[in-house]
C-alpha cells in the first residue's frame, strides 16, 4: 500500500507563505509523478501544481508564478512553497502520486491520495 502523509497547513495573513510537504515510504518515489490538489468547501477539488519525473512542472493559472512544487526523490518528500496567498487560496490540500512520466493536473491520472492538511488565508 502506498501511503502518502501531508503536512506543513495552517493560518496564515494574505500576502504570507507556507510551505506544504508530502511524504512517502515507496521504495520507488522516482517512478511516480505528483501532483498537488486542493479542494475549497462546495468544491470540486482542482489540481493546483503536478511536477513530472523528469521534475517539468505544470501549474494552474490561479497559482502560477506564487506557487513552486518541487521534488527531493533522495528524501521520498515533495514540497509546495506557496506565495502571496490570498483568501482564495483556502481549502484543503492534497498531495497525488501515480505511476508514469506525468506531469498532470487532472484527477483521473492519479490513483493515491493523502488525506490532506487545512489551509486558511484570512485577509
Known amino acids: 500500500e502506498v501511503r502518502l502523509v501531508e503536512s506543513g497547513g495552517g493560518s496564515v495573513q494574505a500576502g504570507g507563505s507556507l510551505q506544504l510537504s508530502c511524504t512517502s515510504a515507496m521504495y520507488n518515489f522516482e517512478a511516480y509523478h505528483w501532483g498537488w490538489f486542493r479542494q475549497a468547501p462546495g468544491k470540486d477539488r482542482e489540481g493546483i501544481a503536478a511536477i513530472g519525473t523528469d521534475g517539468r512542472a505544470t501549474y494552474a493559472d490561479s497559482v502560477k508564478d506564487r506557487f513552486t512544487i518541487t521534488r527531493d526523490n533522495a528524501k521520498n518528500t515533495l514540497a509546495l512553497l506557496m506565495n502571496n496567498l490570498k483568501p482564495e487560496d483556502t481549502a484543503m490540500y492534497f498531495c497525488?502520486?501515480?505511476?508514469?512520466?506525468?506531469?498532470?493536473?487532472?484527477?483521473?491520472?492519479?490513483?493515491?491520495w493523502g488525506q490532506g492538511t487545512q489551509v486558511t488565508v484570512y485577509s
Open positions: 497525488a502520486a501515480e505511476l508514469g512520466a506525468g506531469p498532470s493536473l487532472s484527477r483521473d491520472d492519479f490513483g493515491w
